[in-house]
């Protein structure tokens, strides 16, 4: 090619004489006039060169994605406990665990392995280290044309993370280093390592550090062993090919290669890597946390757009309540679920919150969470009935009381147990859990007042749909949740002061000025009564207030508690409400309850001592009007009625099989009237006089029957039935 400074013909350069004798009065010219042009053809392959490199460069800086923070990164969702301990966490959109994670969640002695293994220099170059490409230039040129080696430095490796592309050619290396000297200039070298760490592949699904730690070691990895660091380190290199879930020897290679070199440079021990050599490599993922599962879904439902989900659970405890509600629940029935609230009296703080035995659990329908589903609460609901008798002034906890067959209009409610126990103490007839005198005060109260006292409680309870309260709410006949009788019983056990529980989802508003749920004489007397209930056989008496309850039907089974530090709720039946034949709070939730005190630690606290203004005197030193409850308006209440026989009824036609010789006996169920009973059948008696408000009868065949009872003071009732 000619220039525009070389007119002449384009022919092969004459030999030129460049010793002393050849030289004439031309030579230096010529020479002078050739390395011009020499020098400026140089310049201008050089400027072109450079123009064109320039040019590739910016055009390669043009599309980079932006350079992200790491908090720009999309990562799993992790949910914590009160400490930051992860709970639960959940993969990305595109299926990763990728969890946040940064430098000082991260061992540093696995950060100085990883820097002193994959980029010693990694402190002083500004992206791409020279040295380092120059080698791997080499190696590509002496392999023919065939990568050897990448020289890539740490940065540059996370400028290929960023990009997700392969970096295996030329152009991709070139590419690469400009993203790199990019990600130097507006990242500090701390950023980068964050980013490196969040991001490094350690194969299928998982990446980042903290995900690798928790899939291969089971733990976080604020603490590493030399083995478990090394590692880590080797995974990114290859993550599929050395997998230890699938390829645990390949794994354990990369591994050793590791601390070989890391000896050979002196940045470990030898004797140090020869130890860590002798450590197993784990040979399978393990699960991921799956804490407190239901609460975290509704977390990540209330903050979508959050990273980390602080929550007020306790982990340590909540595992040990998962284990303990999953353990009692084989011990039952495949088909009962158990759920556990356990909250701090003071704060509101709900420390575990066990929707049911388990989230997989198909039989018992683990999927629902039994802390808010609405259930019928059984006698749970008798303390606060009585503390509002004691806050009324109606009675203290020795006043006695009469548990005799009372009617209210239409409503005869009876014991769970059918006796009678004529004369008692409030005291013993909460203990023993007795209907008829909770109905009794309730009825002296009002239930509207008891209702408004649960709202109070921050508790919602459910009548049916344009109904006013009525004296059944008492005896379960109201829908509650778990987590309202947790919040009533907190209140009972804080001096009778609302507690609002809450669990970090979402922010609670704080009220000024509350309205009581009691007053505190009245909370501390409901305390003290229900320390004196006779605990279960795992449980010894007086260590916390508890109440049980059992739901109509045996559909659900209760048991609430507190001590002077925390509350703790058992629920125990089947999500679907079907029957379960023979649970109780008792037999059921009882054990479960107080095995949650037990693992309570160094949270147990005592029970509070009784406030200034409590009597404490027993039922002849009370004043008078307190000696006996006297219900104010007791014309209302129809005591000491005459028996009735409440089946079956007078006229009706009842169906025992007499016809088709199936036959059953006939069961007569008594109401009212003074016990011992004897039961009559056409004037002759049958079975024989009992306490019981029930008894069998066994017809010779079909026909009309007169069926009569006669009580202890000697009146009767009479009904006429057909039977067939």
Same mark, same amino acid.
């Given at each position: 090619?000619?220039?525009?400074?070389?007119?002449?013909?384009?022919?092969?350069?004459?030999?030129?004489?460049?010793?002393?004798?050849?030289?004439?009065?031309?030579?230096?010219?010529?020479?002078?006039?050739?390395?011009?042009?020499?020098g400026f053809a140089l310049f201008v392959l050089t400027t072109a060169g450079a123009i064109q490199l320039n040019s590739t460069l910016v055009g390669i800086a043009a599309t980079l994605p932006p350079t992200p923070n790491v908090t720009m990164l999309p990562v799993s969702v992790a949910v914590t406990d009160r400490d930051g301990?992860?709970?639960?966490?959940?993969?990305?959109?595109?299926?990763?665990?990728?969890?946040?994670?940064?430098?000082?969640?991260?061992?540093?002695?696995?950060?100085?392995?990883?820097?002193?293994?994959?980029?010693?220099?990694?402190?002083?170059?500004?992206?791409?280290a020279w040295s380092s490409m120059l080698r791997a230039a080499g190696q590509f040129v002496a392999a023919g044309g065939h990568v050897v080696s990448g020289g890539s430095t740490l940065t540059m490796q996370v400028a290929r993370l960023i990009e997700g592309q392969p970096t295996r050619n030329v152009w991709g290396k070139l590419r690469q280093m400009v993203h790199a000297t990019r990600l130097e200039r507006y990242l500090g070298k701390d950023e980068i390592i964050d980013l490196y760490l969040t991001l490094a592949p350690y194969g299928g699904n998982i990446e980042g550090v903290r995900a690798a730690s928790l899939a291969y070691f089971g733990k976080e990895p604020a603490r590493l062993t030399t083995a478990e660091a090394a590692l880590l380190v080797a995974l990114p290199q290859s993550p599929e090919a050395r997998r230890p879930d699938r390829d645990p020897l390949a794994a354990q290679r990369s591994r050793d290669m590791v601390l070989d070199r890391l000896v050979a440079m002196g940045a470990l021990p030898a004797e140090e890597a020869i130890a860590a050599k002798r450590e197993p490599v784990p040979v399978a993922r393990r699960d991921f946390p799956m804490?407190?599962?239901?609460?975290?879904?509704?977390?990540?439902?209330?903050?979508?757009?959050?990273?980390?989900?602080?929550?007020?659970?306790?982990?340590?405890?909540?595992?040990?309540?998962?284990?303990?509600?999953?353990?009692?629940?084989? +011990?039952?029935?495949?088909? %009962?679920?158990? $759920? /556990?609230?356990? #909250?701090?009296?003071? =704060?509101?703080?709900?420390? *575990?919150?066990?929707?049911?035995?388990?989230l997989f659990a198909t039989q018992s329908a683990g999927f629902v969470d039994m802390t808010t589903a609405v259930r019928s609460p059984g006698s749970t609901l008798k303390p606060l009935i009585y503390g509002l008798a004691f806050e009324l002034g109606l009675a203290h906890p020795e006043s006695l009381i009469e548990d005799r067959p009372t009617a209210f209009g239409a409503y005869v409610p009876v014991n769970f147990d059918g006796f009678n126990r004529g004369t008692v103490t409030i005291h013993d007839?909460?203990?023993?859990?007795?209907? +008829?005198?909770?109905?009794? %005060?309730?009825? $002296? /109260?009002?239930? #509207?007042?008891?209702? =408004?006292?649960?709202?109070? *409680?921050?508790a919602d309870p459910r009548l049916p749909v344009d109904t006013a309260p009525s004296l059944a709410v008492g005896l379960g006949g109201v829908g509650i949740t778990l987590r309202d009788l947790v919040s009533v019983y907190a209140a009972i056990g804080n001096g009778g002061v609302p507690v609002s529980l809450h669990d970090g989802i979402q922010v609670?508003?704080?009220?000024?000025?509350?309205?009581?749920?009691?007053?505190?004489?009245?909370?501390?007397?409901?305390?003290?009564?229900?320390?004196?209930v006779p605990p279960p056989l795992n449980g010894s008496p007086g260590r916390i207030a508890y109440k049980t309850g059992t739901s109509y039907g045996y559909r659900d089974g209760w048991a609430i508690g507190f001590d002077g530090k925390t509350v703790i709720g058992v629920w125990v039946g089947r999500p679907d409400g079907a029957p379960v034949p023979g649970l109780s709070g008792i037999v059921g939730a009882a054990p479960i309850l107080f095995e949650a005190f037990d693992r309570l630690g160094?949270?147990?606290?005592?029970?509070?001592?009784?406030?200034?203004?409590?009597?404490?005197?027993?039922?002849?030193?009370?004043?008078?009007?307190?000696?006996?409850?006297?219900?104010?308006?007791?014309d209302v209440v129809a005591r000491d009625a005459a028996p009735e026989i409440a089946f079956p009824g007078d006229g009706v036609d009842v169906d025992l099989g007499l016809v088709s010789g199936d036959i059953s006996p006939l069961m007569v169920k008594v109401r009212n009237g003074v016990p011992p009973f004897t039961y009559f059948a056409n004037g002759a008696p049958f079975g024989r006089p009992d306490f019981a408000r029930q008894n069998l009868w066994e017809p010779d065949g079909p026909g009309y029957v007169t069926l009569s009872v006669v009580d202890a003071a000697g009146r009767g009732d009479s009904v006429t039935v057909f039977l067939n």
């Open positions: 090619m000619r220039t525009e400074l070389d007119k002449g013909p384009l022919t092969r350069p004459k030999t030129v004489d460049l010793s002393p004798k050849g030289r004439g009065e031309e030579g230096p010219a010529l020479w002078a006039r050739r390395l011009t042009l020499a301990l992860l709970l639960r966490p959940f993969t990305t959109e595109d299926g990763r665990w990728r969890l946040p994670v940064d430098r000082a969640g991260v061992d540093p002695r696995f950060i100085e392995m990883l820097i002193a293994y994959e980029d010693r220099n990694f402190a002083e170059h500004d992206g791409i804490l407190a599962a239901h609460m975290a879904e509704q977390a990540v439902k209330a903050q979508p757009d959050a990273r980390t989900v602080a929550l007020t659970i306790d982990k340590r405890l909540q595992d040990a309540l998962e284990r303990l509600a999953a353990g009692r629940a084989r +011990i039952l029935d495949p088909k %009962v679920s158990v $759920a /556990i609230v356990a #909250a701090d009296i003071g =704060s509101g703080d709900i420390l *575990a919150s066990i929707g049911s035995a388990g007839a909460l203990t023993e859990s007795l209907n +008829i005198p909770a109905v009794v %005060v309730l009825d $002296a /109260i009002g239930p #509207a007042r008891l209702v =408004s006292r649960l709202r109070r *409680a921050h609670q508003e704080k009220r000024q000025h509350a309205a009581p749920v009691l007053d505190p004489v009245a909370a501390w007397y409901v305390a003290d009564i229900l320390a004196d160094n949270r147990k606290a005592p029970l509070p001592r009784a406030p200034a203004g409590a009597i404490l005197a027993s039922n002849t030193e009370l004043p008078t009007p307190l000696r006996r409850f006297r219900h104010p308006d007791e």
